[in-house]
């Protein structure tokens, strides 16, 4: 297969770590230009030099995605280093997930999430907008969840983003009218991202499970307790429940390895034996 990605310039969102880091660094190695974008500069400058000691090209910029005017100058570095804005990926998110009788502890994080998780896609979107209707192309992949398919006790503002993520690319796709290709990534649960330590209250993580919770929480009981059985975590098994990051991170170079004109606008991806989560 020809590679589509060598030479584009992309821009990653949340690249200090998790999926967005495994993007960069794969995006990397064949040939994409990156922008490692990070609220936390020493998390983003690690993204980058493990990048740049592989022979790729890399840089990070310390960028809060809830703040407009940052991602605007971050759109601009890319321009000023790369000359265009090929991709964006709006990676960066939290998860604190929480039960409405959880708002005294939760409140603050929910409106950090909307922040990170709805504004700061929204945000992504508009800097680059100008730039990829001016070259002609661009590709915009968002990171949304299956939480926000449909809603689930325990996650009213989470999913509620996720579900405004969809609907943001969804409207960006018929709006741009193929001149910005728009890519939607749900993965499901990735314990490898990090993202559970933003979890208000354990007891939320069961909504996504329903009725199936009591055989989830024994799973993930065996997992903690290291008595999960090995055909569990291979990869090569139906019974693989436990996806690793680097799955996600393949799909989406997948979806930006493409020709101009294929899009790929939907993927979902799970662990063939996670059939619990609903």
């Known amino acids: ?5 060598e030479g584009k310039s992309m821009i990653v969102t949340g690249a200090g770590g998790g999926f967005g880091r495994l993007i960069s660094q794969k ?19 690690e993204t980058a030099s493990t990048i740049a000691k592989e022979g790729g090209c890399a840089q990070a910029v ?6 407009l005017e940052q991602m605007k ?11 265009a804005i090929d991709v964006m990926v709006n990676n960066a998110g939290i998860m604190p997930l929480a039960l409405y009788a959880d708002h005294e502890a939760a ?16 945000h992504g979107i508009v800097s680059v907008y100008d730039q990829m209707l001016s070259q002609g192309s661009g590709h915009v992949v968002n990171i949304s969840s299956i939480y926000g398919n449909f809603p689930v006790l325990g996650a009213a503002v989470y999913g509620a983003t996720k579900s405004a993520v969809n609907y943001l ?18 993965p499901t649960g990735v314990p490898g991202t990090g993202l559970a330590r ?16 009591p055989e989830y929480i024994a799973l993930m009981r065996e997992l903690i307790e290291g008595k999960t059985k ?10 693989y429940i436990v996806l690793d990051p680097a799955f996600i991170a393949d799909e989406v170079i997948h979806a930006i390895n493409q020709p101009s004109g294929v899009s790929i606008g939907d993927i979902t991806v799970r662990a063939a034996g996670d059939h619990f989560v609903l």
Not at 73 to 83: D, K, Q, S, W
């Open 1 to 5: 297969m020809k590679n589509y990605v």
């Open 27 to 45: 995006a990397a190695a064949l040939g994409a230009r990156i922008i490692c974008a990070d609220i936390n500069r020493a998390n983003a400058e």
């Open 62 to 67: 310390e960028t809060d995605v809830s703040d």
């Open 73 to 83: 100058r971050l759109a601009a570095t890319a321009v000023a280093e790369f000359g």
């Open 107 to 122: 409140m603050d994080k929910w409106s950090k999430c909307i922040d990170i998780n709805f504004k700061g896609v929204l």
């Open 169 to 186: 690319s969804e409207s960006l796709r018929v709006e741009a009218r193929g001149k910005i290709k728009v890519t939607i990534v749900k």
């Open 198 to 213: 933003g979890v208000v209250n354990n007891q939320a993580v069961v909504g996504i499970v329903g009725h199936n919770a």
């Open 230 to 239: 090995p055909e569990k975590l291979d990869p090569n098994n139906t019974d």
